[in-house]
């Protein structure tokens, strides 16, 4: 477990077995040390999946709003991605810091992001996928999230931006 300059938020380093058959990976196990500093007693609520085919399309900044906030795990487990988590903890000195890490299965890493969290990523390579755990239900009316070029934050995203959905380039900015 790598800790990051923002509190709470945690960058966890799988290692690989790898063997003639290929490899093994432990994603998840709320035993382990390594997960349940982190993940503590939280329960699994969902898991999803999601792919995304083109180099350089953003997905987020999202989260869910209090009461309904969530703490997510997040892995990728095709391609590479730039995984970008935005401090918007209201009690938090390090509101509206972010850190960004890339992931890949190459690297064998995973995000931990607590409540109060917005998430998005930019794809680095074709057909990334990434496997979110999280620890709360989804509840729509409490979907809200940043805008991903917000001047207050100011993330230096690596690639040109070629795709985005219509309801993220709708997100407002931290300070409207």
């Not at 509190?7 to 997960?35: C, K, M, P, T, W």
């Not at 988590?85 to 299965?105: F, K, M, N």
Request: proline content about 6%; overall charge negative.
């Amino acid at each position: 477990m790598r800790r990051t300059p923002i509190n709470g938020l945690f960058e966890l380093v799988s290692v690989e077995f790898i063997d003639s058959r290929g490899a093994f990976l432990n994603a998840f196990r709320a035993q382990e040390d390594i997960f349940k500093k982190c993940w503590g007693d939280r329960t699994i609520s969902q898991v999803n999946l999601s792919r995304t085919d083109e180099v350089g399309t953003i997905r987020g900044l999202h989260l869910q709003a209090f009461p309904n906030s969530e703490a997510k795990l997040v892995r990728c487990l095709k391609g590479r991605v730039w995984d970008v988590a935005v401090d918007l903890r209201d009690s938090s000195t390090q509101y509206g810091r972010w850190h960004a890490i890339e992931l890949s299965p190459c690297c064998g890493n995973a995000l931990f992001i607590p409540e109060g969290f917005a998430h998005g990523f930019q794809v680095l390579e074709p057909g990334s996928e990434i496997l979110y755990l999280h620890s709360g239900r989804w509840v729509p009316e409490s979907e809200t999230g940043v805008r991903w070029d917000d001047p207050h934050l100011a993330i230096p995203w690596p690639l040109p931006v070629s795709d985005m959905s219509p309801r993220d380039r709708s997100l407002s900015f931290l300070s409207t």
